[in-house]
């Protein structure tokens, strides 16, 4: 039987590779600012300031893309409650590091979305803002976990959110659309990787731990939704819409990620390690 590693000790163990990891993600993410893709020139006052506030009309937007944009600045906008539930497992050396830089990339992610919608009135400012309210107000609380069920869940977390927002930028709805989500989407492909390699290392680490919190994760997954006004959930209408189905998470969430980690192919595992293994048999592919 393997010895268990404790979060301490898995956050020891762990330390270089993340910091080895946050050099290259730093120097490969850096380089974009989120103001250069806002239209500033489409932008004028409400009638706060002397202007004309929003009517339905002036939104060029289709309904697809309003929706998968408004998903995606509410899921941002709720930053301080995930920088929370991450921070709270990580608050040390180089792991406080990552935190911080993970936290500011997904806040100038929300900052790029709300000031297009804004500026570009594609949505309406008031509802949006009572969307937010109640979506913040509400929260986020991840579950108790172990340290490597958080990464893991981190690493799907992320992968989901990249393949929204492809798919966002899939839809050609217009050129600066298309352009801020493939952009984000490659940030969050970027932060899927650095989760990803620190799993990996992680499992080697503590190979009966690892496939455990793989095979638990996966079990428990549900990509972060929020309410919206008609009453279904966010996951729901995104599905229909193309956006995000949550029946082909099998396929593009979980089977790339379970290759990446040689999960069905490695030889370090004890007993609970194989069971893990057999209990995702079915993702075989």
Excluded at 32 to 48: C, I, K, L, S, T
Excluded at 57 to 84: C, F, G, M, W
Aim: hydrophobic share 40%; charged share 25%.
């Amino acid at each position: 039987m393997q010895n268990l590693l404790t979060d301490r000790e898995l956050l020891e163990a762990l330390a270089d590779e993340v910091d080895q990891n946050l050099r290259r993600h730093v120097g490969i993410a850096d380089g974009w600012q989120p103001h250069e893709y806002v239209p500033w020139d489409d932008g004028r006052n409400f009638a706060f300031l002397g202007g004309t506030d929003w009517e339905p009309a002036q939104s060029e937007l289709s309904a697809t893309a309003k929706l998968a944009l408004t998903v995606s600045v509410l899921i941002a906008d709720n930053l301080p409650s995930y920088h929370r539930e991450i921070g709270k497992h990580l608050r040390t050396g180089a792991w406080w590091r990552w935190v911080g830089r993970w936290t500011a990339e997904e806040n100038r992610h929300e900052i790029m979305i709300r000031n297009y919608l804004m500026v570009t009135r594609s949505v309406d400012p008031v509802e949006l803002e009572r969307l937010r309210m109640a979506h913040m107000t509400e929260g986020f609380r991840r579950p108790a976990m172990p340290l490597l069920d958080v990464l893991v869940e981190l690493t799907l977390e992320e992968t989901a959110s990249a393949i929204r927002h492809r798919n966002t930028a899939a839809l050609g709805e217009n050129p600066m659309v298309t352009a801020l989500s493939e952009r984000i989407a490659a940030d969050d492909e970027l932060q899927a990787e650095f989760f990803a390699n620190i799993v990996a290392v992680g499992l080697e680490q503590a190979p009966d731990q690892g496939m455990r919190a793989i095979a638990d994760r996966i079990a428990g997954f549900k990509v972060p939704t929020v309410a919206l006004p008609d009453g279904r959930s966010s996951d729901e209408v995104l599905a229909e819409a193309g956006i995000y189905d949550r029946s082909r998470e099998d396929e593009l969430v979980f089977g790339p990620l379970l290759r990446r980690w040689e999960f069905f192919t490695r030889t370090d595992c004890g007993a609970q390690g194989e069971q893990a293994r057999a209990e995702l048999a079915h993702l075989r592919g």
